[in-house]
């Protein structure tokens, strides 16, 4: 299994995290995929990368709606320089995480200004060719970034919308080619009647699985930091919603994620 989405260089990992990467390759987890948010991210990740971690660690570089909220506006461009030089000399597979926003503060981060962030990751994303990890948040959120996206196309090299929340009725304004959708702890929840009818209706060709650790934590393990490992649950969830067997999910979310970030890790079985 891949982990596409990961934030293993956040800080709540800083005391455990051989711990946390070795309960991860128990489940059979043999790739993360760890994406920025802001401009501090941006080292962490890359060092965390070089250190030769089992499961492999992938890099993504990127600027997140919600670090606008602790940046001057003054230092938007210089911190999109810093992102494109930064991303030119280093091996990364993807930029982001990067999106729209509707729940953060919108007098500080406005839409128009989430929006010029947006696109300047989107249009390096095209001239690096490398996919998009995108966020979205909110209904205003999804549809904007289904309009800017009807604007831009998608990078040759594809996209994933993770943590898709938009809802079956939304799925229609995402249909383009190599557009992938991501899945999180939300759909173990019982509760989450839309997240499990996208998870049906999305094709499996275009679904990957993630923690988006230490965030949205499955149930089972609630309360608390969610974990790669916990991956494991997503997929049994997402088997029973498709009444699929949990080694179908794994095998086509892991070709799936390998596609997308043009991966090939080590097999690793617990």
Request: one cysteine or more; aromatic letters at 6%.
């Amino acid at each position: 299994m891949i982990d596409s989405h990961c934030h293993l260089d956040n800080e709540i990992f800083a005391s455990d995290r051989e711990a946390v990467l070795s309960r991860a390759r128990a489940v059979g987890i043999n790739a993360i995929v760890v994406p920025a948010v802001d401009v501090a991210s941006w080292q962490n990740i890359l060092k965390l990368a070089q250190q030769n971690h089992q499961p492999q660690c992938y890099v993504a570089l990127g600027l997140h709606p919600v670090s606008l909220l602790s940046n001057n506006q003054a230092d938007d461009l210089k911190n999109l320089i810093k992102l494109d030089a930064l991303a030119r000399t280093s091996n990364i597979v993807a930029i982001g995480e990067c999106g729209l926003d509707a729940s953060i503060d919108l007098e500080l981060a406005s839409f128009t200004r989430q929006e010029i962030i947006l696109h300047y990751q989107i249009d390096l994303a095209f001239e690096l060719d490398l996919p998009l990890i995108l966020h979205a948040r909110g209904k205003a959120a999804y549809r904007r970034l289904a309009a800017l996206l009807n604007e831009t196309g998608v990078p040759n090299a594809g996209a994933v919308i993770h943590s898709y929340s938009g809802g079956v009725h939304m799925l229609s304004d995402f249909q383009h080619d190599h557009l992938y959708f991501g899945v999180t702890g939300p759909v173990t929840y019982p509760d989450t009647r839309r997240v499990h009818a996208s998870v049906q209706a999305i094709s499996l060709q275009r679904l990957l699985i993630e923690t988006d650790a230490p965030d949205q934590t499955p149930v089972g393990h609630r309360p608390g930091r969610c974990e790669p490992a916990y991956l494991n649950d997503i997929a049994v969830a997402v088997a029973t919603i498709r009444n699929k067997k949990i080694e179908k999910i794994k095998a086509i979310t892991q070709e799936n994620t390998c596609a997308l970030f043009r991966i090939n890790p080590l097999v690793n079985t617990p």
